[in-house]
C-alpha cells in the first residue's frame, strides 16, 4: 500500500497518527502548516542550496561534470531565497515539540544566511558542525580551494529550551571514549547507497550518505521520536530513521523520488530492540543513598570498609553513616575528613573485602540499580 498522501488529503491527519511513516506529497510549507503543532521530535533539513551555478561546468579533460542545476535550486534572487527560508523555517518551528531540536544543512552558498534567519526566528545555536568529505570534488577549474566541507546548524526551538535529547554518553563511547567533535569524517554517498536512474545517472544530486544521518539521528533522539524531513529526496532520512527504531515524516514534490524513497525505505528491515537500547545517561540513573545498602542488605551493619590501600577502616553503622572510632558521618564525609580534602566521593574512595580483594562499594550500587530495574544482577 502506498504511503503517500497528497495535500488535500491532510486537513483531516491532525486528529490522528497515521501522519507517521509516510511521505507527504507536495510543498514543504503547505504540507507543515498541515500537520499537527508541536509533534516533532527532531527535524533534518537539506534545503536548496542555491548555488547560483553560471553555465554549464566541465573537468579539464572537457567532460561535463554532474552538478546541481535542477530547478528546484534555482533562485531569482538573495530576497526570494530568504524569504522561502524564513517559509519554511516558521512553519517546521511550528511543528517542532518545545524540547525538539533541528538540524539543517548547508554550503558556503546559503548556510550563513539560513544560519542569521534561524536566529532572527528564535531558534537557539547549539553546534555548527563541519561534514568533512573524505572524497569532495575537485575544484576543476583552480580559482578556488576545494570545497571539502559542508556545515550543519543544530538548534533547539529557543533559547529557554529543556531537556533536548543530546545521547552524551553514547557519542562518547562510540568515539573511543573521548568527547564527539564537531568535524565529522564522512564520504561522499557512493557505490551501491547512491540510487541511479534506468540510464546510470545519479537520481538526485544530492544525496547524503547514511552514515552521517545515523549520527545525526542517533545523537539527538530516542527510539520512537518522530523525525521529520521537509526536503525529504531521495529518502535517505526515512531510510536511516526506520533502521533505527524511529518514525519518520518526509515532504517531497518530486515524483521521481518519491517513487525511488518509497521503494527504498520498504526494503529497510529496522533493527532490534537490544541494538537499538540507549545508553543510559549517568543523570538519568536512580540515585541510590548508601542507606539503601544497608536496608536491602547488600552491607550489613559491621562491615568494614577500606580505602584501597587500607591506610584507613571505617565500620558501617544501621543507620547509613560510617564510624572511625567516634569520629562518624556519611561515606562521603568521613572520606573526605581522612584524607584532609574538602570533598570526596565515597562510593570510589571506600571499598569492602570479596574473596580477600578489595572492590568499591560502587560495585554494590550498581547492583542495587539493577534490582531497582528488576533486572537481576
Wanted: one cysteine or more; glycine letters at 8%; hydrophobic letters at 40%.
Amino acid at each position: 500500500m502506498s504511503a503517500l498522501r497528497p495535500l488535500e488529503e491532510l486537513s483531516s491527519l491532525a486528529a490522528r497518527p497515521d501522519w507517521l511513516d509516510t511521505i507527504l506529497r507536495g510543498d514543504c510549507v503547505a504540507a507543515l502548516e498541515r500537520l499537527p503543532e508541536k509533534s516533532v521530535d527532531l527535524i533534518f533539513a537539506d534545503p536548496p542550496y542555491n548555488l547560483q551555478l553560471e553555465g554549464a561546468l566541465h573537468r579539464p579533460d572537457q567532460s561535463l561534470v554532474d552538478a546541481v542545476d535542477d530547478e528546484w535550486d534555482q533562485f531569482e534572487s538573495f530576497a526570494a531565497y530568504d524569504a522561502f527560508t524564513r517559509a519554511w523555517l516558521l512553519a517546521a518551528r511550528r511543528v517542532l515539540k518545545p524540547n525538539g531540536t533541528i538540524w539543517v544543512i548547508g554550503s558556503y552558498h546559503n548556510i550563513f544566511r539560513v544560519g542569521a534567519i534561524m536566529q532572527d526566528l528564535g531558534f537557539w545555536m547549539l553546534n555548527d558542525i563541519v561534514w568533512r568529505k573524505t572524497n569532495p570534488m575537485p575544484n576543476f577549474r583552480g580559482r578556488r580551494f576545494q570545497n571539502a566541507h559542508e556545515t550543519m546548524i543544530w538548534a533547539s526551538r529557543d533559547r529557554s529550551a529543556k531537556g533536548y535529547t543530546f545521547n552524551y554518553e553514547a557519542m562518547k563511547a562510540a568515539n573511543d571514549d573521548l568527547q564527539m567533535r564537531s568535524d565529522w569524517l564522512f564520504p561522499l554517498c557512493t557505490g551501491k547507497e547512491r540510487l541511479k536512474k534506468s540510464d546510470g545517472s545519479k537520481l538526485h544530486p544530492t544525496q547524503k550518505p547514511e552514515a552521517l544521518l545515523a549520527r545525526v539521528i542517533l545523537s539527538s533522539s530516542r527510539p520512537g521520536d518522530v523525525v521529520l524531513d521537509p526536503f525529504f529526496g531521495s529518502g535517505t532520512t526515512g531510510a536511516v530513521a526506520k533502521r533505527l527504531g524511529r518514525h519518520y515524516v518526509g515532504i517531497e514534490r518530486d515524483p521521481d523520488y518519491i517513487a525511488a524513497a518509497e521503494a527504498r525505505i520498504a526494503a529497510v528491515e529496522p533493527l532490534g530492540e537490544a541494538a537499538l537500547a540507549p545508553m543510559a545517561a549517568k543523570r538519568d540513573e536512580p540515585r541510590v543513598a548508601f542507606v539503601s545498602l544497608v536496608d536491602s542488605g547488600l552491607v550489613k551493619p559491621g562491615t568494614q570498609l577500606f580505602d584501597r590501600k587500607k591506610r584507613w577502616a571505617a565500620s558501617v553503622r544501621a543507620d547509613g553513616t560510617i564510624a572511625i572510632g567516634h569520629d562518624t558521618g556519611s561515606i562521603h564525609r568521613l572520606g573526605a575528613r581522612v584524607q584532609g580534602l574538602d570533598a570526596c566521593n565515597g562510593w570510589t574512595f571506600w571499598h569492602f573485602e570479596d574473596g580477600g580483594a578489595l572492590r568499591p562499594i560502587d560495585e554494590l550500587r550498581k547492583t542495587a540499580r539493577l534490582a531497582m530495574a528488576g533486572v537481576g544482577a
